[in-house]
């Protein structure tokens, strides 16, 4: 079984067809054909059911599909960090948008002390750059709360209170900054997905219901729909340094908080990630 043979089988499953994967392959449709003939004799066993239309799966096809697609997973991942190694002290980080300035500074910081040392800077949301470590994409990479992770180590950067940010047209109160939870449990809510369990328990402790109305991944994102005159976006506090169209109410009765993480897969680092984090304040050892 080779390699060619299992990302033609996987492009046959995901295109339905011979002709499909062929022409995604950019190949014609006989090698693809014979490579899937071949490895239906090498395994002696029927793969596909062969319908007018599209082809569908047996049983150990699609055992075969799932196994594929985890070893061309790890295939790609391998060849990236081969990659990563010949490259000459690369640190490869992930920067979430709101934590842009505040990285900015110590990679200047530390640039100034390892001129030696490039960086490889990846921008994205927290899901994103959460999925870019786990997959060794990124060395490290800041990330918000509330957020799941296994086998990291972190180090806190920033505590900050969440706060709703709103358009003028759609909700304002002069003279007061404050909005209470059962105030917000009137309007429609805007927030990043991660949020969604955190809000729905803090309105439940006290005994509310909240109208999730819109939720996305970028928090920049629900300022955008906010400026709209939708709803209420609840953001970090942060957040209200872009935009100067929304007002800005403290949450009066709750303590709705969010972290900004530093964080890195906990095994063996790069002496240049490891001097990197300790530039931050963080004694890796």
Sequence with gaps: METKQLEYFCAVVEQGTVSGAAKVLNMTQPPVSYQ?????EELQVQLFFRGMKRITLTEAGKVLYARAVSILKMLDITKREVLKASQSATIHIGITPSTV???SEYIESFSKKHPEIHFDIHEGSTFNLKEQLENHVVDITTLRTPITLNGCATKQLIKEKLVAMVSEEYYCRKNCPYISLKELSGEHLILSHRYRNYMISTFEAAGLTCDIY?????????????EKGIGVAILPKSM??????????????ADLTTE?????????????VNNFIEEIGYDVD
């Design 214 to 226: 819109y939720e996305c991944e970028d928090a920049r994102t629900a300022m955008t729909i906010a």
């Design 36 to 40: 899937m003939k071949m490895l239906e």
């Design 101 to 103: 300035p505040m990285m």
């Design 260 to 272: 900004i993480l530093l964080v890195w897969r906990d095994e063996y680092l790069a002496t240049e």
């Design 240 to 253: 209200s340094d872009l935009d100067n169209k929304l007002r800005v109410y403290e949450i009066s009765d």
